[in-house]
């Protein structure tokens, strides 16, 4: 599963003053090539991107209220770093 993903949605969204708009994002060629590859593969799911594999592994044993703030913080109007 991606996480953000360099694609124009950010900047659609009028998001590219927020921490996750600024932020390093996937490959939007290396998100469906691993997909795909997993597919092929016959794994049910994937985690795309090195960054993601880590969060990936932490982020279950965190609570579901602590997640919704880091998520409400990156995506906070006017949170990038300047």
Known sequence: MPGA????FFRRADMLDTRVGQA??????????DGFE???QGQAQVV???RNKISATFIHAMPA???AKQHRRM???GSARR
């Open 5 to 8: 993903t360099e694609t124009d």
């Open 38 to 40: 997993a597919m092929m």
């Open 48 to 50: 795309s991107g090195s």
């Open 24 to 33: 390093r994002k996937a490959s939007a060629a290396g998100v469906p090539r």
């Open 75 to 77: 995506a906070k109007p």
């Open 65 to 67: 209220t602590f997640l």
